[in-house]
């Protein structure tokens, strides 16, 4: 039986399986922004209230990385720009 993995962190990029596909096709999607990561919850890309919460924290992580070249004040407003974007998906 092939090991099939929903959500997985690959080289600072969140890759998820797309539970829409299944079972007919394991297709997996990359994802670099955390609006993209609100974009598969909404799209139910990923499902399940435990997945979807770790693919949020890992949308919160992919935030963070893309701010981690600003300054501190900007950082927080684009980690709080990602939060609520999350929180409301």
Sequence with gaps: MPDYKPITWIDGHL???????LP???????YWEAEAVADAIRTMVVRGAPAIGIAAAYGMALAAC?????????????????????RQA
Excluded: I, T
Excluded at 24 to 30: A, G, N, P, S, T
Excluded at 66 to 82: F, I, M, T
């Design 15 to 21: 890759r998820l399986l797309d539970q829409r596909r």
């Design 66 to 86: 893309q701010s981690a070249s600003y300054g501190v004040s900007q950082a927080l407003d684009a980690l709080e720009r990602a939060a609520k974007c999350l």
């Design 24 to 30: 007919q096709e394991v297709v997996y999607l990359d």
